[in-house]
C-alpha cells in the first residue's frame, strides 16, 4: 500500500459464461474512473489469453483463480480499485478472498440459460451442447453459485447501467461516506 492511498476496493463480479461480467466490469470501472477513483479491470478471458492457457479442469480453474485473486488484492493494496470478472467455481475461493482481501466486495451476476446462451459471442453454449467443447459450468458441469455474496443482481436486461447503479448504490456510496 502506498503511504498516500487507502487500499482499493476489490469487486469481485462472478457468474456463468454470459451473464455480463465483462460487460458490467468495463462499465463499474468508467463510472469509477469518472469519479476520480482508480480503477482497473482484471477479465478471466483476457488473464488466460495473457499466461496463454486454456485448461477447463479443476485444477487449471482453481489455479487461475489464484492469481486473478492474488493479482485482484495486489492492485487493491496499491490503492487502486480492481474490478474482477471471472466465473470462479468455488467455494473455497470465495472464502479465501473474503479473509485475505481487504475491503472486497462479492458481486454475483445471475442470468437465466436463455439469456446468457443468446449473449454468448464465442458461441460456447451451442458448441457444449454439440459436444464440441469441454465442460461447461452451469451446463454440464457443477457451479458453486456464492454463498454470502455482497449482492446478487438478476442481469437478464441488455443495459449493464442497470447492475451498474445497483453496485453503485450498495457498496460505491457507503464507502464514499465513510471516507
Known amino acids: ?20 461480467k465483462s460487460t458490467v466490469a468495463a462499465a463499474l470501472q468508467r463510472r469509477l474512473l469518472d ?16 499466461i ?12 487461475m483463480g489464484g492469481i486473478y485473486a492474488g493479482l485482484a488484492r495486489d492492485i487493491a493494496l496499491q ?33 437465466a440459460l436463455a439469456t446468457r446462451a443468446a449473449r454468448d459471442p464465442k458461441g460456447l453454449y451451442d458448441s457444449a451442447r454439440a459436444g464440441r467443447a469441454g465442460p461447461m459450468p452451469g451446463l454440464d458441469e457443477p457451479f458453486d ?9 438478476d ?8 447492475a451498474v447503479a445497483l453496485i453503485w448504490e450498495r457498496l460505491v456510496v457507503p464507502q464514499l461516506a465513510a471516507a
Not at 35 to 50: E, L, N, Q, S
Not at 145 to 153: F, G, H, N, Y
Open 1 to 20: 500500500m502506498t503511504a498516500s492511498r487507502a487500499p482499493g476496493t476489490v469487486f469481485w463480479i462472478t457468474g456463468l459464461s454470459g451473464a455480463g
Open 35 to 50: 469519479a476520480g477513483r482508480p480503477a482497473v479491470v482484471i477479465d478471466g478471458d483476457r488473464i488466460r489469453a495473457v
Open 52 to 63: 496463454g492457457t486454456d485448461g477447463l479442469g479443476a485444477a487449471d480453474r482453481r489455479k
Open 79 to 111: 490503492g487502486v480499485d480492481a474490478i474482477c470478472a471471472t466465473i470462479s467455481l468455488f467455494h473455497d475461493l470465495h472464502a479465501w478472498n473474503r479473509a485475505n482481501i481487504p475491503n472486497y466486495r462479492e458481486i454475483y451476476l445471475r442470468a
Open 145 to 153: 453459485e456464492p454463498r454470502a455474496p455482497d449482492m446478487v443482481i
Open 155 to 162: 442481469n437478464d436486461t441488455p443495459d449493464p447501467a442497470c
